[in-house]
């Protein structure tokens, strides 16, 4: 899957809890290098919504999708998810930073199709400085 996340501390800590059970993720810190990404096969997208270099998740989602029809969407902020249903794409999910890290785990399992390792995630995954 896909990851993509500003904050260093979220992106490392979200990709620990994911390879820990299992799954395989490749990440991107910029909107710019995620849509580069996009060519490469993924089985989902989890991507912030606010990046720095004025390719927002909003857009990495979008292209995500005319490429994979399919492919499971998770968005993550920390800021407010008032304007979700105008810009989500059809299907995603909305994780409000900061998360727990058991919660990511069953909404990928829920979206992928296949549950992760037994892990007992109890951390939060913080919210980016």
Known sequence: ??????????????RTV????????VTAT???SAVERLGEPISALITDIGLPDGVSGWEVARRAREAQPDLPVIYTTGGTIADTSANAVPGAVMLQKPYRA??????????????????PARASVPRAA
Request: include cysteine; charge should be negative; charged fraction near 20%.
């Open 102 to 119: 058991d919660l990511l785990l069953r909404t990928v399992a829920a979206l992928v199709g296949s549950a992760p390792d037994d892990h």
């Open 1 to 14: 899957m896909l990851l993509v996340e500003d904050g260093p501390l979220v992106l490392l800590t979200t």
């Open 18 to 25: 994911l390879e820990e059970c299992g799954y395989q993720v």
């Open 30 to 32: 910029r909107g710019g």
